[in-house]
């Protein structure tokens, strides 16, 4: 081979290699225009769909901490697209999520819900965020990982299923507690830091705070106790129950099979009404 086919070649597949996420990202971006045209036909104020359901209206007695809302997450501010604390599915997933409840309400347990449908311009915020090298939050919510990971170890990407409309983060609350009981109770170590807030508000142990991105979240990690290997147990079980799969890394992540939008990420910004 000459020295110029050799620097030809070459060239080429530095430029394929350069331009290989640009193509990856025009696909996805094929599936937002989609969206876009679903919602409001362009208009840059989309409005949700009418088959997404506010979660909470469904069944008042399904718990939620909307923790994207709010500054208790892992960039410690408000999300962008996140207007209100506010629980939204698309159709099957939330009745699911309700048959789910229903039946944890036999049990003597219920859902709290801390996150759902998550607007597409939030999971960009995440990532300008992991891009830059703010980590104040990274004692709690990132403390064994480095923040230059967080995309590699799949703890943040580029699209979310959450943007699909059927994904949700949830964990468990105890219809019968003693807040008295749970009140002084502390726990240091790694993805600790809510523990006593948790267990005062009634939630279960799983052995790991909700959004710690940690080995220690893994769904089926061996290094738990007894009672959050249970607690994880029971969630799996009743979400399995009604259609919802769980994202092995992280216990508190389902996503409703069959998708209704498998292909499409929703836009629009989390509002009241
Ligand atoms: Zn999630």
Redesign the pocket.
């Known amino acids: 081979m000459g020295l110029v086919t050799k620097v030809i070649r070459y060239l080429g597949l530095l430029l394929w290699w350069l331009l290989l996420p640009e193509a990856i990202a025009s696909v996805e971006s094929d599936n937002l225009e989609g969206i876009r045209s679903e919602t409001v036909g362009g208009d840059i104020q989309p409005e949700r769909p009418k088959s997404f359901q506010r979660v909470t209206r469904l069944d008042s007695s399904i718990r939620s901490d909307m923790r994207y809302a709010s500054d208790q997450n892992f960039v410690g501010r408000p999300i962008a697209g996140y207007l209100a604390p506010v629980c939204y599915l698309a159709n099957p997933a939330a009745l699911a999520l309700v048959e789910v409840h229903q039946e944890l309400l036999a049990q003597g347990y219920g859902l709290i819900v801390f996150?759902c449908y998550r607007p597409e311009r939030a999971t960009n915020d995440f990532v300008q965020w992991a891009l830059t090298r703010e980590a104040a939050q990274k004692t709690h919510y990132f403390p064994r990982t480095d923040k230059s990971e967080l995309f590699a170890k799949g703890y943040i990407a580029r699209h979310?299923?959450?943007s699909r409309g059927a994904?949700?983060?949830v964990g468990l609350y105890r219809l019968q507690f003693d807040p008295a009981a749970a009140s002084g109770k502390a726990s240091n170590g790694v993805c600790r830091r809510r523990f006593a807030e948790d267990r005062a508000a009634g939630l279960l142990d799983f052995g790991s705070d909700y959004d710690c991105f940690d080995r220690l979240s893994q769904t089926a990690h061996p290094d738990l106790s007894e009672v959050a290997k249970q607690n994880r147990q029971r969630l799996v079980n009743a979400m399995a129950a009604k259609g919802f799969v769980n994202?092995d890394q992280?216990w508190?992540?389902f996503t409703f099979q069959p998708e209704p939008y498998p292909t499409v990420y929703f836009d629009f910004p989390i509002t009241e009404d």
Do not use: A, P, R
């Open positions: 996150d979310s299923g959450h994904t949700v983060d994202y992280e508190w992540h």
